[in-house]
């Protein structure tokens, strides 16, 4: 691969992880979701999903 292309492939994911962050899976999950997947996929299981409630938030830490 490109090394350009994978720069741009984990930027991208980052973002997208940055961007779910407070959702269900957290950073970690959707960064890790969009380097298994695509950064396409990750952003719409992104966009699909739920909010972490503020409760549920505080008490993970």
Do not use: N
Request: charge should be negative; hydrophobic fraction near 50%; proline fraction near 5%.
């Amino acid at each position: 691969m490109e090394p350009l292309v994978l720069v741009g492939y984990t930027l991208a994911s980052l973002v997208i992880a940055w961007a779910g962050r407070k959702y269900r899976f957290g950073f970690w999950g959707y960064f890790f979701a969009c380097l298994l997947l695509t950064p396409m996929i990750g952003a719409i299981i992104v966009i699909a999903s739920v909010p972490v409630r503020e409760e549920e938030h505080d008490e993970q830490g």
